[in-house]
């Protein structure tokens, strides 16, 4: 939910506008590459990925940029 609400804020978009991230991608695997467990034993994760036109990237700290126009450049 923090993927979707960080997108539409950066968006300026209702989050009920949007696709369902569980259609995007597979949820409970980022989670669990994002775990505190993971990053403790590997040291900081980070993904990254597009989801409804914006450039997304995550890491274990909890941390979430967003880029709103990054996928319309590709």
Same mark, same amino acid.
């Given at each position: 939910?923090?993927?979707?609400?960080?997108?539409?804020?950066?968006?300026?978009?209702?989050?009920?506008?949007?696709?369902?991230?569980?259609?995007?991608?597979?949820?409970? %695997?980022?989670?669990?590459?994002?775990? +505190?467990?993971?990053?403790?034993?590997?040291? @900081?994760? &980070?993904? =990254?990925?597009?989801?409804?036109? %914006?450039?997304?990237?995550?890491?274990? +700290?909890?941390?979430?940029?967003?880029?709103? @126009?990054? &996928?319309? =450049?590709?």
């Amino acid at each position: 939910m923090a993927v979707m609400e960080a997108v539409a804020a950066a968006t300026g978009r209702n989050t009920m506008e949007m696709p369902s991230l569980y259609d995007t991608l597979d949820v409970e %695997a980022l989670d669990g590459l994002l775990t +505190s467990e993971r990053a403790a034993a590997n040291g @900081n994760v &980070a993904v =990254s990925f597009t989801y409804d036109g %914006a450039y997304v990237w995550i890491d274990s +700290s909890g941390a979430i940029e967003i880029d709103p @126009n990054a &996928a319309r =450049s590709e």
